[in-house]
């Protein structure tokens, strides 16, 4: 594994100045490299190189979260993520809530079914309020723990069956301040979607609801989508 943590300490907050800006440093700290058929061919060079971060995100929706992301990190001190992967992606998020913090730092937990790769464990050790969980979601035990736990934000990218997400998303509503939902227009994963489109009618009056979805002309299909409802409490606006 390439050594990310120099680069990632170059990282700034000017560095999240531009959408352009972002998206570089997603490049540069790589792209997944699994099922290609759905990803732009234009970043051919990325998938599964970089600094091996393998971010199954598509740069020109996961900068624009990210960005809009930066106007709440200041007042985000806790992180939850269901269904990290590679946890490339939840890294950069961690990375970007601790530039803008006031106490420079998160309390933030990956959590996914599979066991912990080289890089997320590397990252463990040396930031020490940062957490990695096996575990299944659905489970007893982690309702009961969402019961008696607050994050600012949390991030659903697990089970992506209607049901499944709707279990997720029900088991830490109340958790949360922020919760952002992954493949909300993903043609692969309709329960996913039609669970997002139940979700703003049923939460329009305590929710404020923000999508990233663009999607690129290179690909044959529409995939992935971020989608992100805010305690209207919580929110900037």
Known sequence: MKNYQQYLDS????SFNSIESIEKIILDLGLNNEILHEQPPEY???YGKGLGFRIWQYPNQFSKYLYWLTKYA???NSYYEIGSRSCGAFILTVELIKKFNIHNNCVATACDLIEPN?????????NKYVNYVRTNSHEKTFIE???NNKYDLIFIDGDHSYDGVKKDSEATRNA?????FHDIT???CEGVVKYWQELKNELIDTHNFYEFTDQYDSVNGNFLGIGCAVKKEFDII
């Open 11 to 14: 990282i700034t907050q000017e």
């Open 44 to 46: 051919n060079d990325f």
């Open 74 to 76: 200041s007042k985000i």
């Open 118 to 126: 080289e890089l997320i464990l590397d990252y463990l050790s040396n």
């Open 145 to 147: 723990f969402m019961q």
């Open 176 to 180: 949360s301040n922020i919760q952002v």
């Open 186 to 188: 993903n043609d692969h």
